[in-house]
């Protein structure tokens, strides 16, 4: 399970955001792609246990699912995720437009 | 704090970051591609399944190029260096990264053990993934293809099942054809599965027990290592 590594990458993010700031990390608001390799309920749970003595022990987690989207490069229409990958009208492989996000999007922090 | 009412309530400030939460890998392994690409090296990731037969294919490359000096591995496993030993008997200079717990190799693990291989002459460097199809996908290695090993052996809908690493891969090497006689399988439904999770499915049947049967990949390698080569001296 590679969600506790990515954890661990994320609370260094955070921690480098933060800085030098006098602030506490009250939320962590990250962006995973359904087609990233990265299962969100397992991030959640290795979040809980990562996070205890870190700057985000005390921040909620909130994941924005980001669903998979296929599209051709050329007439850009949508290609439906697990279709055949190829643009009917154009022949032209499909393209991933999102889902594949294993992004911190943004902190909020707590300050005096 | 609120000090304007003395209400207690905190004052939250957003931070907008919207930053790569695997950066720090990614700089890891951008500099280990550079670092590779200057050296004129061509890197393969080598994933798939324990068992999809990845030593296999290695083995038999080092046969079909007749020059293992031209050759390098890294092979990465949770345990053992049985893999890497392998290889170094085959002619290929090798290195065993033993991964402990962790399902995948990083970009820092690949950096470190760089560290350790001599690459004077080298030409291909294959790093051998820890075998599993779901973690290896996520991490960049700084390799310049990624390649998956799927043995027919599998089920013809292993694509569809891990579709994150099928969808990543730039070939899928279809090994242990010369066991299709002996088995009750419907190759075309294994490419069929595979254009639904590949934009652009480049798939190359193997047989590496067999004479001469490595040569469609051995083809497709130094074909893209010339166009890498290519891309460099344009850029």
């Not at chain 2, 931070?15 to 393969?44: K, P, S, W």
């Not at chain 2, 038999?60 to 190029?65: D, H, Q, S, V």
């Not at chain 2, 013809?156 to 891969?169: I, Q, S």
Request: negative net charge.
């Amino acid at each position: 399970m590679h969600e506790y590594s990515i954890v661990q990458s994320l609370v260094e993010s955070v921690t480098a955001a933060v800085g030098a700031r006098e602030a506490s990390v009250h939320e962590v608001r990250v962006a995973i792609g359904e087609m990233s390799g990265v299962d969100s309920g397992l991030l959640t749970t290795a979040y809980e246990v990562f996070r205890a003595g870190t700057l985000c022990e005390h921040a909620a987690l909130t994941i924005d699912r980001i669903p998979v989207k296929w599209q051709c490069p050329r007439c850009h229409v949508a290609i439906t995720n697990g279709a055949f990958l190829r643009c009917a009208a154009c022949n032209e492989p499909a393209q991933l437009a999102s889902g594949d996000e294993i992004v911190l999007q943004r902190i909020e922090l707590e300050v005096a | 704090m609120c000090t304007d009412c003395g209400c207690g309530d905190v004052n939250l400030v957003p931070l907008e970051l919207q930053t790569r939460i695997l950066a720090r890998n990614d700089g890891t392994a951008a500099h280990n591609r550079e670092h590779l690409r200057e050296r004129g090296i061509f890197t393969v990731n080598l994933m798939g399944s324990p068992g999809s037969g990845k030593t296999a294919v290695l083995e038999a490359t080092a046969r079909a190029f007749n020059d293992g000096a031209k050759l390098a591995a890294i092979a990465g496993d949770l345990a053992t260096e049985n893999d890497a030993m392998r290889l170094v008997r085959a002619g290929i200079r090798s290195r065993a990264i033993k991964t402990g717990q962790a399902c995948h190799l990083d970009a820092e693990m690949v950096h470190h053990e760089l560290h350790h291989l001599d690459l004077n002459g080298v030409e291909y460097l294959f790093i051998e993934n820890v075998g599993n199809l779901v973690c290896p996908a996520v991490y960049d290695l700084g390799q310049d293809v990624n390649v998956v090993a799927l043995s027919v052996t599998e089920g013809e809908d292993k694509p569809l099942k891990y579709p994150t690493m099928f969808a990543k891969a730039d070939v899928v090497l279809l090994t242990k054809n010369d066991l299709l006689p002996h088995l009750d399988i419907d190759v075309s439904a294994i490419y069929h599965a595979l254009a639904r999770v590949m934009p652009d499915p480049i798939v190359i049947p193997l047989a590496a027990r067999q004479p001469g049967g490595v040569e469609g990949w051995i083809t497709w390698l130094t074909q893209r290592r010339a166009a890498v080569a290519t891309e460099m001296v344009v850029a």
